[in-house]
């Protein structure tokens, strides 16, 4: 039998709740300026590895591959502070973001983009801190 | 045949791209102190509604439901601005959250509970933020 609601909600016990793809969400904001930077996938050896080094690791459904954030781009991520949801099935790290961006596209987040408000039916997006920060081409090979 | 990646990441067309159950993850942030107040799902609907009033809408996974952010607690978060992500399978929804809290547990934000970092194998949470802010068995029934 799982754990009560109740001990989940109000335990301190750490029980991760992985989805039907043993995937957790975690969403990393910068310490700093608040942002979101991104929205990303832990499975269980992501999150162990990201608990003991202090660094966040990832899973990649895409790719279907355990990945070190910053592997490839030196772009590591610090996590200052890990947190969990009332129901354990979501992840927020404070993060420091080693060098110009999270986002692969060049971006320091991955939100450079905001959908209007108050325009039914509008399919439009606006450009919000969209600037590149890096040049993803030098950046990945 | 679907967007090409490019046209996903730089475009300025709005194509969420929600999962095998239609729904997309949303994340909500505090507009002033950048906390991450709560993640949570959108279906088609509840993004409509969203973008249509303002007010975050959601879809409930448990209850199987739509609901509006605040409509049992009056707890109702006004949506400042809502982003997209690079692959448009995220939504931030920067939020003036109206009320005492975000959680269903009395919590301002879902995540009140840290995981120690630098601790292999710890399981033992330390509540951060956890005073309740309000009573959730007098503001729901």
């Known amino acids: 039998m799982s754990s ?5 909600e109000e335990g301190l ?18 310490a700093k300026s608040g942002d979101v930077l991104m929205v990303a996938h832990m499975n269980d ?9 202090g660094e966040a690791w ?7 591959a ?3 954030k910053g592997e490839t781009s030196g772009h590591v991520q610090r996590v200052l502070e890990l947190r969990v949801d009332c129901d354990q099935d979501a992840l927020w790290l404070k993060v420091e973001q080693q060098g110009p961006g999270a986002c692969h596209t060049g971006r320091r987040s991955c939100f ?3 959908v209007p408000l108050g325009k039914a039916g509008s399919t439009t997006l606006e450009f919000r801190d969209a600037d590149k920060a890096f040049d ?3 950046v990945y090979k």
């Open 136 to 138: 993803p081409g030098k």
């Open 45 to 53: 050896e992501a999150l162990r590895k990201t608990i003991a080094s």
């Open 112 to 114: 450079y983009r905001a």
């Open 13 to 30: 016990a750490f029980t991760p709740k992985f989805d039907a793809d043993g995937l957790i969400t975690a969403v990393a904001t910068d």
């Open 58 to 64: 990832y899973y990649s459904r895409s790719r279907k």
């Open 4 to 8: 009560s609601a109740h001990d989940i």
């Open 66 to 68: 355990l990945w070190k």
